[in-house]
């Protein structure tokens, strides 16, 4: 049963960036002719490619519906993404913040989201690695760090 | 010879002397710890090094790359746990001889054949490259383009997820490499009227996304720390002497010599990196071996043949970098990023104008090795502890610090965004199936092709395209090469795939019997 509502994950792979390849291919189509080599390559090569996996997804499909071929259901796990967005919030808080203060929120909270839950290593590795960094890139490389409101 | 002299002097600083250090410890620790590759080191080392001479900078990561490959073996030994893919063949004789009561002699064995690999590698770069660079003299620039494009072609056909799906990788990446200001015609393209973009995507910030970024997400699947008691247990069951008999050392000395020539050879290969030297190798041992019968239960001889291999990998990979431009791993493409954000132009030039600065770098490099086996000795039965720093305090450390990496390398926070969309992106293809490493090299190979492909057909005047890359002999051979690098794995891939159908068949046919 579960069989049958099986879809290659090639399928939507080839789909999207076949459709992407398209559109690269017909947007270096309207640049100067020396600037259009390789983009005019590239995205008839991305194209072609895509069309490949897509053909490979649609047979693998039918075979697995067909139960002519096995396959390992991928689980979706959502602490990833939610990974992802706090280090999205981490990059604006750095923007508008500014490094240090955001980076002293972010270590520990993303510790926590870790399942880090002792305080006093969450405590040290904050301390060591923002003292490390200031010194490094500060003092010695003397590179402006972003600043943003605060420092 | 004099080359040689000099290049010898302008190591002799504290410079250089504290980047082989960090460039050794800090690689040994990158890859004991698992989930951590030699790519993530160099990627987020990288940065660190734009306020660093070029010589000390790049002697840094290249120590560090050999380093992290030597690393992987420690884990692999104690914990049965590879800390790169590259230790991965050393698993199952390290762990098995950890459980005997001879873990300590096992490390010692990969100690000194990493060491002694690697330093054969270097050797090998010092001799090979130099002559190898006169050849790219021969080269215009439709030779140039076409060695791109084969580096692409090898590197995207030996991925893990086949053939299409590394061809595709590439593609992606080829397509990356388009955004921004055209540098022949001042031309901007895919810029969608963004000022940022018009530099195109800096290189740096990409490579910390899609290597960096996307491991911490990887890591966030199935937060797991390595287990502490076992770690301690090894490391508690560590005893006797490191160093093994000179009598079954002396044993070691000819797999280790074989090993390394195979590493070499499949480092030179471009995309071919460690894990596939050290299993090739660690295949032939087994079958020349006068005790075949212990590979795998527990064998120096397997621990020999897999680690001298892996760290020759890192040499070989360096010839065809440092002559034509064609990275022969994923760390080296990341490498040749960092030789040319130094000013290093891979070719002739590096052996005639820039040979102060290449001849330091590969001696450099052949030095670390020789220290990354001393220092080794000492103190890669420590350096297993490090395995026991929880995973939730080395992920966000590891934003942290790719943050910082991707915002020096402009000072700006369009780089860090990128970084982080990379990082989405990176996390998206590694649940495809689609690999990095052909996205890496496409990225920096893909201006170096674009060049020279208007070049040859500016050269080409009004000749067809087709007739004068047709017309050159050296072409004829790289088409060929290209057309091989494809056809072969896909050939593989289709044998190997009937072979699985028949075996599946044949196991169903006998159950069916005994039913």
Redesign the interface.
């Known amino acids: 049963m579960e069989n049958n509502r099986f879809i290659s994950?090639?399928i939507f792979?080839g789909i999207f960036?076949a459709i992407f390849?398209i559109i690269?291919t017909i947007?270096?189509t309207n640049?100067?002719a020396?600037?259009s080599?390789?983009?005019i390559?590239?995205?008839a090569?991305?194209t072609a490619?895509?069309i490949?996996?897509l053909s490979?997804g649609i047979s693998k499909t039918v075979k697995v519906r067909q139960g002519k071929a096995d396959y390992t259901k991928?689980e979706i796990?959502k602490?990833?993404?939610?990974?992802?967005l706090t280090?999205?919030l981490?990059?604006f808080a750095?923007?508008k913040i500014g490094?240090f203060v955001s980076?002293a929120v972010?270590?520990p909270l993303?510790?926590?989201?870790?399942?880090?839950r002792k305080v006093l290593?969450?405590a040290l590795?904050t301390v060591i690695?923002l003292g490390f960094?200031y010194w490094?890139?500060v003092i010695?490389?003397?590179?402006?760090?972003?600043n943003g409101i605060l420092f | 010879m004099d080359i040689i002299i000099e290049s010898f002097k302008s190591l002799l600083t504290m410079d250089v002397f504290i980047a082989l250090m960090v460039g050794v410890i800090g690689g040994m620790v990158i890859g004991a710890l698992p989930g951590f590759t030699a790519s993530m080191g160099v990627t987020l080392l990288l940065p660190?090094t734009?306020?660093m001479e070029a010589i000390p900078a790049l002697v840094m990561l290249t120590a560090l790359y050999t380093s992290a490959i030597y690393g992987g073996s420690i884990t692999a030994i104690l914990i049965h746990t590879p800390g790169t893919p590259s230790s991965a063949a050393t698993a199952d004789d390290g762990f098995a001889l950890t459980q005997q009561g001879h873990g300590l002699q096992a490390l010692g064995v990969s100690t000194i054949c990493s060491g002694l690999g690697g330093f054969a590698s270097g050797i090998m770069l010092l001799l090979i490259a130099p002559p190898l660079a006169k050849l790219s003299l021969m080269f215009g620039p439709a030779e140039y383009f076409l060695v791109a494009i084969f580096g692409l072609t090898v590197i995207g056909s030996l991925c893990t997820g086949?053939v299409?799906?590394g061809?595709?990788s590439?593609?992606?990446g080829?397509?990356i490499?388009?955004i921004g200001m055209?540098e022949?015609?001042g031309?901007p393209?895919?810029t969608f009227g963004n000022v940022n973009l018009i530099g195109g995507l800096a290189s740096i910030p990409v490579l910390i996304g899609l290597f960096s970024?996307s491991q911490?997400?990887?890591?966030?699947?199935d937060?797991k720390d390595a287990d502490t008691k076992l770690v301690n247990e090894a490391i508690n069951n560590l005893k006797g002497k490191i160093l093994l008999p000179a009598k079954e050392m002396a044993a070691l000395i000819i797999p280790t010599l074989r090993s390394s020539i195979i590493g070499i050879i499949v480092g030179i290969l471009p995309g071919a990196g460690g894990d596939i030297g050290s299993y090739v190798s660690y295949n032939v041992g087994k079958q020349t071996s006068k005790h075949p019968e212990l590979y795998g239960k527990g064998s120096y001889e397997g621990i020999a043949c897999s680690e001298a291999a892996n760290n020759a990998v890192t040499g070989g990979s360096l010839i065809p970098l440092i002559t034509l431009s064609v990275p022969g791993s994923a760390t080296a493409a990341i490498l040749l990023g960092g030789f040319l954000m130094h000013g290093l132009v891979p070719g002739n030039l590096m052996f005639t104008e820039q040979a102060g600065i290449t001849y330091p770098i590969i001696i450099g490099f052949t030095i670390s090795n020789i220290l990354l086996a001393i220092l080794g000795l000492f103190i890669a039965r420590y350096v297993a502890k490090i395995t026991t720093i929880?995973?939730?305090?080395l992920?966000?450390?590891i934003?942290?610090?790719g943050?910082?990496g991707s915002?020096?390398v402009n000072?700006s926070?369009f780089d860090?965004?990128v970084?982080?969309f990379f990082?989405?992106f990176g996390?998206i293809m590694r649940?495809?199936d689609?690999t990095v490493a052909p996205i890496v090299l496409a990225i920096i190979l893909?201006p170096i092709?674009?060049k020279n492909?208007?070049r040859s057909?500016v050269v080409a005047k009004s000749m067809p395209i087709v007739s004068y890359y047709l017309s050159r002999p050296i072409n004829k051979i790289l088409l060929v090469l290209i057309a091989i690098s494809i056809v072969i794995p896909i050939i593989n891939n289709y044998r190997y795939k009937n072979k699985a159908l028949k075996l599946s068949e044949a196991n169903s046919s006998c159950e069916a019997d005994l039913d």
């Open positions: 994950n090639d792979l960036l390849g690269f947007q270096a640049f100067p020396e600037s080599y390789l983009p390559l590239s995205g090569l991305l490619f895509s490949v996996v490979f991928q796990k602490l990833p993404f939610i990974v992802w280090i999205l981490y990059v750095v923007d490094f980076s972010f270590l993303e510790s926590m989201l870790f399942k880090q290593p969450i590795t690695i960094l490094m890139f010695q490389l003397k590179v402006s760090m972003p | 660190v734009f306020g086949g299409s799906k061809l595709l590439a593609a992606i080829l397509c490499s388009c055209d022949q015609m031309f393209r895919y970024i911490v997400m990887i890591m966030a699947e937060v929880s995973i939730s305090l992920a966000p450390t934003v942290v610090l943050v910082l915002y020096a000072l926070m860090v965004f970084m982080a990082g989405f996390y649940k495809t689609l893909g092709a674009e492909l208007v057909f």
